[in-house]
């Protein structure tokens, strides 16, 4: 057997010699070419290899393309995962089902190359689908920021057969006899990729094949162009987690475009960008009076004194507590409270603050001010109660009778 | 009559009041929608409108465009201007015909406009040949930054028809009657640009029109990091003329990026520019030792003491001239020369150095290089000889006998 995709992937899977990896196996060809071939190298590369299927459950071939992949698996002895997620994606349907399907695709395959110690998850992207994805891109609105296709590696994921075209594929199966399992939707022209892919990329080539370099080329300039603009604007960033803090006045100080970047950045980690709500957060934040703005998938923007933040909105939301008499330790996941003495032996109320609330005879809210509490924090602050009473409140209070302790943000 | 395309180019035209305006005019259908329209609106709108057609000669049918495009004037009362640029398309190749087409073309309509006191220039360029343009820079191998599309304004140029479609000249053509001239080899398909126009675009529209909307905002922000990369570059640039100069330390700090983007904008100045130019050209500035590199169409980047230079070779090239005895002043083009004394008595030679100069006992190349004098200077330096012995250079000698005084670079 000699042909380029020989070479190409010998030489990708060198690199992994030694290695558990794990397949993500749909049984399409792509991914079977890419275990079929690394089953038939693992003695000669040394390579301990599994494979996972993610059934989505969304097709009534779903069962059929599992049971291919297990049978698969067991003629060849390889190990096998599997994992139904359509629960899942019942469920969850922030962004479209095609984002959500990916986000807990992802999300159990890695899930099971930590639980079973493998070193690497292969992927069975090909160079087609890199090229296909730049139009996919184009189409859906990409900036150029956002043009750099798929990528070889990001974490434990690495993708082996990028240089790998559809056309070797197909030379594989057919040499190698494979029957690989056909997903029907992949020619339902109701999906943006089907269409470019059936009607667009065979005119493409029709008008030559200049514009395969032309493309390659722009992945890669708009990857280094996101680099160098990440080196522009980190020292903005001063925390990046389920919340994250930017220095407002390192932000202020930003060029448009800079600013434009690091949003968008930022935002992609939450939910899927528009050009509209970019719009809308940029010119929010050039507007000293608003202090917060809804952002999708229950996100919100925030400008304070001296940050931005972006968070979940359910951060903030309402709490109420009740800590029962002769009880002294109280316990949530963000916090912890210790009574000492007759406090302990009180019925106490925890909770944020309410509109109107008073603390002796300042308004609550005047105080936080005063002391240059960031609006975020005001809201999520832990306020005790007692018979109707503030007697406690965070950033504000000392009480020799309470000692409190917050987790994380 | 009541269109979109009224309201659009109305709306534009308004902008043109009590000004006189040239038309670049093919009779093709998009300049000839334009030039009617603006001829039916001259009135109302108070514009004065002349058109120029430039007949290229390349085809056998470019008289006959030249004709209709003369008689239509005739019959609608316009001054009409006319060149035919054959002679010139004959000795320039430097670009490929479609690059010097468009260079000598727009030399005659610019000097037409300057000659006859036209306010400004209108082209026809419409959206549909906007969107067109970015998949022909997509083939053609463009950078992120250089994907800006065509400029609705630049220097005299205005391009009023850009948000007119060819759907809208289409139902102008027809509802008013007018009969263009067609351009045949517009379906020839041997050029990029019509493979795109009538087979890609199509296609894309049958995909979907979102593409549209994303091709328009990536050509914005095209523009914006154009603008963006430049105020990061300028200060780098110390002169930008038929030589440019750039600070060679500045240019040493600058990142990659930047440095690939400020090479290939002055390079696009000069010819054009393809990725592997772009990355000799990197390659040559990171390496101390290389003093000068070719570039293409004559041109040469030279690295020395301060500066980096890009210029056209032919500056550097060896001359010799005779001044004849009993003249005193000898002129060229770059500088002039006053003989004084037994000088002017005498026949001298002016030249450029030779390799292996002598000055006096030492080399003419070590007296240069103790005063740091930079390479390209060294090379044009006037080298002033008599009975074959140099008794004067520039940037070294003095002598009372010799005014010597260079204009320009």
Redesign the interface.
Known sequence: MHSLYNDILIQELKKYRDKKILVAFSGGKDSLMLLDFINKQKESLNIYAGACHINHGLRHTAKRDEDFCRLYCIKNNIDFYTYNISEELKKDNSGGIEASARKYRYKFLLHTVKENNYDFLFTGHTYSDDIESFFVD???????FT?GGIMYENDKIIRPMLNITTEMVNEYIIKNNLEPVFDETNNDIKY?RN??RH??IP??Y???N??E???I??QK??N??NE?LY?KVKHVILKQDSIVILKRYSFIEL???EKEYLLGKIFSLFFRVS?NILHAALSFLNNDDSKRLDLPNGYMIEQSYHSIKIFKKILISDYVYNKPAGISLFKTDDFQIEFFNELKDKTIIIRNRNKGDKFGRKKLKDLFIDKQVELFERDRAVIIEENNVIIWAEYISKNNNIIFKRYGI
């Open positions: 184009l189409y859906t609105g990409a900036s150029l043009l943006v269409r470019i009607k667009l005119v493409l029709d008008c030559g200049e514009f370099k032309s493309v080329k722009l300039e708009s280094r162009l160098y080196k060029e448009d475009i050009k």
